[in-house]
């Protein structure tokens, strides 16, 4: 079996529905959707351009109409359209009010206005003094030529060289995003107060990172839904319900994701409960980078 | 090629899974029940995603389908097979084109589809939402997704070329607002569940 990637051509193809169902390409690519990340991100981007596209109205017809046909059929694609006009909107929006001078009626900058609406010269002394502090203001200005060009040359220097450290850090900030994982992960394995030195468990969020995955291991294996609270300082912040325990002869697991936002610097604890039950809690320590 | 499906729920197919059976799929992922659970967690994960990229109305039903029968052949064949993803693929992909010979011709009608411009527009909730997780981008980001979606046309073109100089090429670029976009999707979805629980 051939091992290269498939080009963006093949991918929209496949995306828009246009490939043999049967066929050993259709395969090959399901297969390094499911065990290769970076390709299936791949496809995701050219995924997000047809809607793109689409909602630009610079797709072909044969496109537009796959669009309408095929890829448009699942409700998470409607989802992702949905969510792609909305933003697109909302940034037009907010780009359509670029920060300014602010312009008069005949779309002139006001500044002219008010030149133009300037009463005339109406003596020859007021031109000729005029004159005068033209001449004045240009031989002082001669007299600071030569000091300014020594401080322009420095400056653009400096502008150039913190040019420079903008773009090598926007580059780093680039590889950051690249490598640092969006999501975090919490186990948490015994519940209660820890006695004498023993430390919470560490959850530790760098700036990136936009949820946490929850592994709490319950201390018996009753099957169940379970109900978890996230509280800090005895205030509730989240919560959610409903969450069905992994059991097995071992014990019984909890799996969950909690969103970064309620998460409180320092203690913060997983209140877990069934039904009536009694409740136990989880605490651990959080540090926001 | 065959044709459209409805996005009504699929009849209720009987689920001969036992939990016997699906316990022992989940000890063939691992014999930790931790890593067993996030393996099988992240498989449906992956399995819906690709029946939504193969054009599948019915993903989640058909991912959930797929992994009952893969624990079902794990069960009665323990040992056979060794690679969780490839044996989960190949029982997609059969089970895929089952459901367009068998089901989809059955329930599909082309008028069933929704006309894209009849998907409705975002609610004010959702509207909300946006600004919201807008808000929580980091500044670089939001500048970054704001610079990408500014314009259309030859402008976007140019545009793209100068921020691609600024995040090292055009193709890092693409990655870097498609990761933003899902993050915000993530989050605009979060946030609509929570205002309605």
């Not at chain 1, 409607?78 to 907010?94: T, V």
């Not at chain 2, 997609?92 to 599909?108: G, H």
């Not at chain 2, 500044?139 to 100068?162: A, C, M, N, V």
Request: glycine content about 6%; aromatic content about 6%.
């Amino acid at each position: 079996m051939e091992n290269s990637v498939p080009t963006e051509t093949v991918i929209r193809e496949y995306l828009l529905g246009r490939l043999d169902v049967d066929s050993e390409l259709v395969e090959r690519m399901d297969e390094q959707m499911l065990s290769d990340a970076e390709f299936s991100e791949s496809i995701g981007v050219v995924e997000d351009e047809i809607i793109e596209e689409y909602l630009e109205g610079t797709l072909s017809p044969a496109d537009k109409l796959s669009v309408q046909k095929h890829f448009l059929r699942s409700p998470e694609r409607q989802r992702k359209l949905q969510i792609a006009r909305s933003l697109s909107r909302h940034l037009a929006a907010a780009s359509a009010h670029p920060t300014g001078m602010p312009a008069a009626a005949d779309g002139q900058p006001q500044i002219f206005v008010f030149f133009r609406s300037w009463p005339a010269f109406r003596t020859y002394a007021e031109i000729g003094a005029l004159v005068l502090l033209v001449v004045s203001l240009f031989s002082v200005v001669q007299l600071r030529r030569e000091l300014q060009s020594e401080v322009r040359e420095s400056g653009q220097k400096l502008a150039d060289e913190r040019e420079r450290v903008a773009v090598l850090n926007r580059q780093i900030e680039g590889v950051r995003e690249l490598t640092e994982p969006a999501t975090a992960t919490l186990n948490l394995l015994q519940p209660g107060v820890t006695r004498g030195n023993a430390k919470l468990p560490q959850l530790r969020l760098g700036s990136l990172t936009q949820n946490v995955h929850v592994e709490i291991a319950l201390s018996s294996a009753v099957p169940g839904r379970y109900s978890v609270t996230l509280e800090s300082a005895g205030k509730a912040l989240w919560s959610q319900s409903g969450i069905e325990a992994f059991t097995s002869s071992a014990g019984a697991l909890l799996l969950f994701d909690v969103p970064v936002q309620p998460l409180m610097q320092g203690e913060n604890r997983f209140v877990v409960s069934r039904g009536s039950g009694s409740e136990l809690d989880y605490p651990f320590n959080t540090s926001k980078q | 090629m065959l044709g459209v499906m409805s996005t009504e729920p699929l009849p209720q197919k009987t689920r001969s899974l036992t939990q016997e059976a699906f316990a022992s799929f989940l000890f063939w992922l691992s014999p930790y029940p931790e890593p067993a659970a996030r393996q099988y967690l992240d498989m449906r994960l992956k399995l819906v995603s690709l029946l939504v990229r193969k054009g599948c109305a019915h993903a989640e039903e058909l991912a959930d389908r797929t992994l009952d029968r893969v624990a079902m052949i794990v069960h009665n064949e323990p040992g056979k097979y060794l690679n969780p993803m490839a044996l989960c693929c190949g029982v997609a992909r059969r089970v895929w084109l089952e459901y367009l010979r068998e089901e989809a011709p059955v329930i599909q009608e082309v008028n069933e589809i929704p006309a894209p411009h009849t998907i409705p527009d975002f609610s004010e909730q959702e509207e909300a939402c946006l600004t919201f997780c807008l808000d929580q981008l980091s500044t670089r980001d939001r500048d970054l997704i704001t610079q990408y979606h500014q314009f259309q046309g030859s402008q976007k073109i140019e545009k793209r070329k100068q921020l691609a100089d600024i995040y090292g090429g055009l193709n890092k670029l693409r990655i870097m607002a498609y990761r933003i976009r899902t993050r915000l999707h993530r989050c605009v979805d979060g946030c609509v569940q929570r205002y309605a629980n």
